[in-house]
């Protein structure tokens, strides 16, 4: 079945230092989606990109979706205690009616 | 603008009970999805109703069920609780007819906890 990767499982970072999590889907997407979740509470959509080759920001956080769009990164720059808990991608089925979850990137960050 | 509202917020139940979940969407929202939550599985997609048509089906038992009502508010059910179905219950609306085409808004989500 469709599947939606991503790696690493975890990070520990150091603040200030840089983190990426990457993600993989085994079709083709029509959009990939990115969803932060603190530690103890619920997932966050933080954004939507939908255009092959597609660069988006929002202050520190740079998210990219492949040319064949079946990859996507989010970039966090000089991370922050702030940044800490798990980041998840997420694509839609083939039909569109449900949205699949990769298994999420669990940041920590060391003040 | 309220967000997604899902009750109760933590629940204990007995192997062999059952138990319903409700999820209010946020205004407007025609689309609700729920998805189970544990630490070894994440997001597992369950099903997902629009105009209280369920128009997709996670790969979960028939234990489960749902339902929508005419003001798009949920409810989950799952009978002859297991050991296994402990978990974050989340529930998440839209409001784009496809709803992977847009964001999710996810509600604070109903911890069971069976023993």
């Known amino acids: 079945g469709q599947q939606v990767m991503q790696i690493p499982q975890y990070q520990h970072v150091q603040e200030g230092e840089d983190f990426t999590t990457y993600c993989n889907s085994s079709?083709?997407?029509?959009?990939i989606q990115w969803y932060k979740q603190r530690p103890g509470g619920h997932p966050v959509f933080l954004i939507q990109l939908v255009k092959s080759g597609e660069v988006k920001k929002q202050k520190r956080l740079t998210f990219q979706f492949g040319e064949a769009k079946k990859n996507s990164s989010l970039h966090i720059t000089a991370t922050q205690t702030t940044d800490v808990g798990t980041y998840f991608c997420?694509?839609?089925?083939?039909?569109?009616?449900?949205?699949?979850f990769g298994a999420g990137t669990r940041l920590f960050v060391k003040a | 603008k309220a967000g997604v509202t899902q009750t109760p917020r933590y629940l204990i139940k007995t192997r062999g009970q059952q138990v319903t979940l409700s999820c209010s969407p946020i205004s407007g929202h025609r689309s609700v999805s729920w998805y189970q939550q544990t630490p070894g599985q994440g997001l597992q997609f369950l099903f997902e109703y629009f105009s209280e048509t369920q128009r997709n089906k996670g790969n979960f038992p028939g234990r489960f069920s749902g339902r929508q009502f005419s003001n798009s508010r949920s409810e989950m059910n799952v009978s002859t609780l297991e050991l296994g179905d402990s978990a974050l219950y989340l529930c998440?609306?839209?409001?784009?007819?496809?709803?992977?085409?847009?964001?999710?808004?996810f509600g604070s989500g109903t911890r069971l906890t069976v023993v």
């Open positions: 998440a609306s839209s409001s784009i007819v496809r709803t992977s085409l847009g964001g999710y808004t």
């Open positions: 079709t083709t997407l029509s959009n």
């Open positions: 997420a694509g839609p089925n083939t039909g569109g009616f449900k949205t699949i």
